[in-house]
């Protein structure tokens, strides 16, 4: 399968599921995830800068190498997983360790053999950190954003 035709698929798979989310669970969950996929593509321009990471091929010339991981698995993973574990830390922490552990020891080589992206001056360890900083960021601002929305419908 050519480069394009698996990025745009990484890119839409994810999308198909959308509908099962339910618009509450969206709107609920939109804001925390919009804020994590924009961090994300900050740290996209640090690792490029520092050479944490490089991907070879793009979806398109105009795009980050990493635009279909954020706007397809990134983005509709995250709310899949607020919306199943959100209130329960130690299980939102579990799952993301899961999901991140793929990603990182399987997905990476997967993207290595083929010649797509892959790691250059960070190891598989330090990113799986990384990752997992962002999760804990993702759900202190969703823990934030729920407490202020609670306070507003209290006055």
């Known amino acids: 399968m050519k480069p394009n035709k698996i990025y745009l698929a990484m890119l839409v798979a994810p999308w198909l599921s959308f509908p099962f989310l339910g618009m509450k669970t969206f709107r609920r969950f939109f804001p925390a995830t919009l804020f994590i996929c924009l961090v994300v593509v ?15 091929k ?22 899949w997983i607020l919306k199943f574990t959100y ?14 552990s ?21 190891q598989k360890g330090q990113l799986l950190m990384i990752f997992l900083f962002k999760a804990i960021l993702l759900y202190t601002f ?13 006055q």
């Open 42 to 56: 900050g740290e996209t321009i640090v690792a490029r800068k520092k050479v944490w990471w490089w991907f070879y």
């Open 58 to 79: 793009k979806l398109n010339k105009n795009l980050i190498g990493e635009a279909p991981l954020i706007a397809g698995p990134f983005f509709i993973g995250s709310l």
């Open 87 to 100: 209130g329960k830390f130690l299980t939102y922490m579990t799952a993301n360790l899961l999901v991140d």
């Open 102 to 122: 793929f990603f990182v020891y399987v997905v990476i080589n997967w993207f290595k053999q083929r010649g797509y992206a892959a790691l250059v001056r960070l």
């Open 142 to 154: 969703q823990f934030i954003k729920e407490k202020r929305d609670a306070a507003s419908n209290t």
